[in-house]
């Protein structure tokens, strides 16, 4: 599904990811953890294409393509999803209108034919349900106004809709209370199938009680110093980051 | 320069001394008016940012015998609604009546030529009365005054059709100078919504100097939209300016794309106390585009009330001009003026001038002002290609989005579903069609 190989990037010309190599199949699900500043989000937000990270070595193939050589919307399109960790307000474009056209889109993209927006009300009813989100924030501008939670769940409702074959999220926990939480995670674990992947970036082992991983990465400085299974988690919650990263020169940043 | 006009005006009043009175006499104060003034530069501080050297180097020619070739056909996209609107159509600078539907205003609601304005009593000696100051545009406008629309509201009267005032230039109109003129007089509790456009139908250059003068009674409302659609080789002055009556609202909305030069003055004096002024607007342009708005609103009354929000899209090597003054008298205590100016800049080359001014004499009042200048979000462009929406249509949503606001205040939804179209057909790339639906 998706091989990621020595990948290097940077930001306004400060190298962040220093040489990441990671293989995800067809339905497994992958958490990134790893402290602040260790380059998590910027996986994330390279895998999705944005322009503001510039790639400076190493390879990505997704279904055996090259995932870098893609626009983002073409990512997109080809089944790769990033549940963002501040989603973007969109003032004056409604939430049904925006998720209407992805939809669309995508569907134009695998040969489909466009739905109109009574169809898509059938689609989009089911989904709801999954995130427990009222069918009044559709009409709402995106993000415009959601508490943070709502953010989260609008964010896992596009995932839901768009069916992603490959699905980043990108610390979906943070901000969460924990019944929110609960429900953001149990609609990604309805959403698990064979065929779909997720990569799960997230800073608290929490949210990894709720989505099992069946595989812990852990980033530190921009690579990866430490991989296991779930019990890896459990590790890191006892003992903090500092008996794996102090080899290690933190990238800095933010990110 | 100057001298050009004068010598048209000797020969156009000369063919014309069969004018009435009131007519000849507004012409004659008008041309001196001209003359003393001549053309401004861009050392008069109201021209600062535009420089009105094209218009005034310019040999434009004057013919009030406009003769037309434009049929229904070409007017028919810029129509609002269903057949049912109330049209009067001007082909360069000519009442075209086979264009125009001039019934079905009902009782106490007068439309006519504003040459024949003489047909309501009184109201010919309105014309002119509303101007405060007549510059150099004006004067001009007022020393030809060949036509133009007059409407007149009586009392308490609610014209429940829209009136819409459309003004051509087609292609015998190339190189010609045309001088709308307009009288909309709305009586005591009167209300009506009219709509000017100014269309050109030819890719040749001509010059649209225009003047609208708006007299609201106690308690009167006007909904005015003005839509500037000239072709893009055009040059377009056109003032609006309105004095209210106490309790009156007097509701204005500007929407200009076209043009190679223009400029849009709205200047409204809220009169009577608890008035209100709502100034609306939303300009964009591409390639050298060059579009100016001056506002002025000035309150003379107490307890009175100004809203304005005017939005630019700026793409190419455009150039935007905003000059909102909102001046508040020493007697208008306890005015409540609001005034926001928000342009985004689609290309590095596009340029705006934004300022705000406001004049405050009166010690008791809440007066606000704010602009910005900036760029498409580029994170929320990545977010909207990161769900598969490409990114042409991810950037049209985002101006869509940034102009939604604005366009929303059009309280016609007509002409509101007109202007959103065009909104979102603004800046589609070359070689794919706008889709005519809402985002929102």
Same mark, same amino acid.
């Given at each position: 599904m998706l091989a990621i190989k020595d990948l290097k990037a940077s930001v306004g010309g400060k190298e962040i990811l220093r040489g990441i190599s990671l293989s995800v199949k067809a339905g497994e699900v992958h958490a990134i953890m790893g402290p602040n500043g260790s380059g998590k989000s910027t996986l994330a937000q390279v895998l999705a294409g944005n322009?503001?990270?510039?790639?400076?070595g190493g390879s990505v193939s997704y279904q055996g393509k090259d995932?870098?050589?893609?626009a983002p919307e073409v990512r997109a399109q080809a089944g790769v999803f990033l549940a963002f960790q501040y989603p973007i307000e969109i003032p004056g474009v409604s939430n049904a209108y925006f998720l209407r056209s992805a939809y669309n889109e995508i569907r134009k993209a695998r040969g489909g034919e466009e739905v109109d927006p009574m169809e898509f009300v059938d689609i989009v009813e089911s989904k709801l349900k999954l995130v427990d989100m &009222?069918?009044?924030?559709?009409?709402?501008?995106?993000?415009?106004?959601?508490s943070g939670g709502e953010k989260k769940r609008n964010e896992i409702l596009q995932m839901a809709v768009l069916e992603p074959k490959l699905a980043i999220l990108d610390e979906? &926990?943070?901000?969460? &209370?924990i019944d929110a939480l609960r429900t953001v995670a149990d609609g990604v674990n309805k959403l698990r199938a064979k065929d779909r992947s997720f990569i799960v970036v997230t800073?608290?082992?929490?949210l990894l009680n709720y989505i099992v991983p069946d595989f812990v990465h852990v980033l530190s400085g921009g690579r990866i110093v430490k991989s296991g299974g779930k019990e890896l988690a459990l590790q890191l919650e006892e003992k903090g980051y500092d008996w794996l990263v102090d080899a290690h020169v933190p990238a800095g940043a933010g990110v | 320069m100057t001298q050009r006009y004068l010598d048209q005006h000797a020969r156009f009043v000369a063919a014309n001394s069969g004018a009435p009175d009131w007519v000849t006499r507004a012409r004659r104060a008008g041309i001196e008016r001209f003359a003393a003034l001549g053309f401004p530069t861009t050392k008069d501080e109201d021209w600062h940012f535009t420089s009105p050297a094209p218009i005034a180097e310019a040999e434009f020619t004057f013919d009030s015998n406009g003769a037309s070739r434009t049929a229904a056909a070409d007017v028919e996209p810029f129509r609002?609604?269903?057949?049912g609107w109330v049209t009067m159509v001007f082909v360069n600078g000519r009442l075209q009546q086979d264009l125009?539907?001039?019934?079905?205003?009902?009782?106490g609601v007068t439309l006519l030529p504003l040459s024949a304005a003489?047909? $309501?009593?009184?109201?010919?000696? @309105? $014309?002119?009365?509303?101007?405060s100051d007549q510059p150099t545009f004006t004067a001009l406008n007022t020393a030809f005054m060949p036509d133009g629309a007059a409407l007149h509201v009586i009392r308490d $009267?609610? $014209?429940r059709v829209p009136v819409h005032l459309v003004f051509i230039v087609d292609s015998?109109?190339?190189?010609r100078v045309v001088y709308p003129r307009n009288l909309l007089v709305l009586e005591r509790g009167a209300q009506a919504t009219v709509v000017e456009s100014y269309i050109g139908l030819t890719d040749a250059r001509y010059f649209t100097n225009a003047v609208t003068e708006v007299s609201l009674g106690d308690g009167a409302t006007l909904n005015h939209i003005k839509v500037q659609r000239e072709s893009r080789r055009a040059y377009h002055v056109g003032t609006t300016e309105a004095i209210q009556g106490r309790d009156s609202h007097f509701v204005s909305f500007s929407f200009a794309i076209g043009g190679a030069l223009t400029r849009t003055n709205i200047h409204t004096k809220l009169?009577?106390?608890?008035c209100g002024a709502t100034l609306n607007g939303l300009y964009m342009l591409d390639g050298e585009q060059h579009c100016d708005h001056q506002t002025k609103i000035e309150h003379?009354?107490?307890?009175c009330f100004s809203r304005e929000v005017y939005k630019g899209v700026l793409d190419g090597k455009s150039h935007g001009v905003f000059n909102g003054k909102v001046y508040v008298h020493?007697?208008?205590?306890?005015t409540d003026g609001k005034q926001t100016n928000n342009t985004l800049l689609l290309s590095k080359d596009a340029q705006m001038d934004t300022k705000p001014q406001l004049e405050i004499f009166a010690d008791d009042v809440k007066c606000t002002h704010g602009a910005t200048v900036g760029k498409l979000d580029e994170m929320a462009l990545f977010y909207m290609k990161s769900r598969g929406v490409d990114a042409e249509m991810a950037k049209r949503l985002l101006i869509y989005a940034f102009a939604a606001d604005v366009l929303e205040t059009i309280a016609n939804a007509d002409v509101k579903l007109a202007l959103e179209r065009d909104t979102l057909a @603004?800046?589609?790339?070359?070689g794919r069609e706008p889709r005519g639906e809402r985002f929102a």
């Open positions: 322009p503001a990270y510039e790639v400076i995932l870098l050589a893609m &009222d069918a009044a924030m559709l009409q709402r501008s995106v993000n415009m106004g959601f979906t &926990d943070s901000g969460l &209370d800073h608290y082992q929490r | 609002f609604g269903d057949a125009s539907m001039l019934s079905g205003l009902g009782p003489s047909a $309501v009593p009184e109201l010919d000696k @309105r $014309v002119g009365s509303v101007l $009267v609610k $014209v015998l109109g190339a190189d009169d009577g106390p608890g003379v009354a107490p307890n020493p007697e208008a205590q306890k @603004r800046f589609v790339a070359e």
